[in-house]
C-alpha cells in the first residue's frame, strides 16, 4: 500500500482537529506517511479496521486527494454489528459499491488499452482511445475493477465484519493452487458450509437454442454438480421460452423456490461455464462491466462511448438475461426447498 502522500504529518495532525469524523482515516494516513513500508497486518493493528477499508480510502486518496478522502459523502452508513450475518454486511457493501463508484474503470478495458499502445491485439478498436498519453495521464490512478473484483470486495468485506477473515486468506490459497474463476471460487465457498443452487429458466428449450445448457443440466441431474461445485438443489423452469412448438411446462417447485431466493440477501452468482460473475441481492441481480468507465464521473466527450453502458448494472432476477448457472449461499440466509 505505496503511494505519494502530499501532506507533511503536522498538516495531517492539524486536519483531525477540524474533521473530527474522519480521525481513523487521518491517523492511517500519517502512519503510512512515516512508515511507508509497514507490513499490512501490521498496519491493521495500529488503526484498528478492516483491509478492505484501507483499500478503499487508499482508492479514494489516489483518485481525488485529502479532498475526496475526508468527503462526508465517502462515509459508509453506520449500523450497529450485533447479530448481524455474514448476508447483512455483504448487502451494505454491495450497495455502497453499486450507489458509489466515482474513478473506477472497467479492467478489460484497461488491457485493451495497453495493448493499444504496446501494439497488441486488442478487443477494443485502439482509434478509441484518442491520443494514449492522454488516456494514460486521466485513468491510470483509476479503480480498475470487473465483475470478479465486485463480488471479491463484498466477500472480503463481509468475511472482515464476520471476523472470518481466515476465511478469505483460504480463498486466496485455493485461487493460487487452482486459479482464479467464478467456478472455483464457488467450489471454495460450499466446502465452507454455503449451498449451491443451479439455475435454468427452462431446461429443454433454452432461449439462445443451445442445447448445451439441456445437456448440462442432464448432467447436473446424474451428477449432482455443476462444473464440479457440488449442488444443494436445482431453481428450473420457472420462465418457459415462449413461442416454442413444445413448451417446457412450468415448475412449480421453480418458482416456489425462486421466490424463496428473492428473499436472500446476498449470493454469489456464476453463470455459464463461469465466465461471467454476479451478485444476487433480494431479487436483483447486480454486475460490473468490464469494458465501461464509471459514469458518475465526468469525462471528455472523447471518452464517453466508454459510459454508454453503466459500469454497474441492476436487473430484476426474472428479466436477466443468463440461461444457465449457479447462486451459492452463505450460511444464515433464508432456507431453499
Known amino acids: 500500500m505505496i503511494f505519494p502522500i502530499k501532506e ?20 492511517w494516513l500519517r502512519v503510512l506517511k512515516s512508515n511507508p513500508t509497514i507490513n499490512l497486518q501490521d ?3 495500529v488503526t484498528n479496521t478492516t483491509e478492505f477499508e484501507m483499500d478503499r480510502w487508499a482508492s479514494l486518496y489516489r483518485f481525488g486527494g485529502i479532498d475526496l478522502l475526508l468527503n462526508p459523502l465517502s462515509l459508509m452508513t453506520v449500523h450497529t454489528t450485533q447479530s448481524k450475518t ?40 485502439c482509434a478509441l482511445f484518442g491520443n494514449y498519453k492522454d488516456f494514460d495521464t486521466k485513468f491510470k490512478n483509476w479503480r480498475r475493477t470487473d465483475c470478479q473484483t465486485y463480488i471479491q470486495d463484498v466477500i472480503r ?23 482464479v474463476t467464478g467456478t472455483i471460487m ?26 448445451e445448457h439441456t445437456k448440462k443440466y442432464r448432467d447436473a441431474l446424474k451428477t449432482n454438480k455443476w462444473w464440479d461445485v457440488p449442488l444443494s438443489g436445482m431453481i428450473v423452469n420457472y420462465k ?19 421466490a424463496a431466493l428473492a428473499k436472500v440477501k446476498f449470493a454469489a ?27 458518475q464521473t465526468t469525462v471528455d466527450a472523447s471518452y464517453q462511448t466508454f459510459q454508454q453502458q453503466d459500469l454497474y ?8 438475461g443468463w440461461i444457465e448457472g449457479i447462486f451459492i449461499v452463505p450460511p444464515g440466509s433464508p432456507v431453499i426447498n
Not at 169 to 178: I, P, Q, S
Not at 187 to 196: F, T
Not at 270 to 278: A, C, D, E, L, M
Open 240 to 258: 418457459p421460452t415462449l413461442g416454442k412448438t413444445n413448451t417446457t411446462p412450468i415448475d412449480s417447485d421453480g418458482t416456489r423456490k425462486l
Open 86 to 125: 455474514f448476508g447483512d454486511h455483504a448487502k451494505d457493501m454491495l450497495q455502497e459499491l453499486f450507489v458509489s463508484h466515482e474513478g473506477q474503470i472497467g479492467r478489460k478495458l484497461w488491457i485493451d488499452f495497453d495493448n493499444c499502445r504496446n501494439n497488441k491485439t486488442s478487443e477494443t478498436d
Open 157 to 179: 468485506y463481509a468475511f472482515e465484519k464476520t471476523g472470518r477473515r481466515d476465511l478469505y486468506n483460504g480463498l486466496l490459497a485455493y485461487y493460487k493452487k487452482n486459479g
Open 269 to 295: 452468482c456464476v453463470f455459464t461455464k463461469g465466465i461471467h460473475t454476479g451478485i444476487l441481492s433480494e431479487g436483483s441481480i447486480l454486475e460490473v462491466h468490464w469494458k465501461s468507465i464509471s459514469e
Open 43 to 45: 498496519l491493521v493493528n
Open 313 to 320: 448494472e441492476k436487473t430484476n432476477l426474472l428479466d436477466f
Open 186 to 211: 464457488a467450489q471454495y465457498l460450499v466446502k465452507q458450509g454455503w449451498k449451491a443452487y443451479l439455475f435454468m429458466p427452462d431446461t429443454e428449450n433454452p432461449l439462445d437454442n443451445n442445447n
Open 8 to 27: 507533511t504529518e503536522a498538516e495531517l495532525i492539524g486536519l483531525e482537529q477540524k474533521h473530527p469524523l474522519m480521525i481513523v482515516r487521518l491517523r
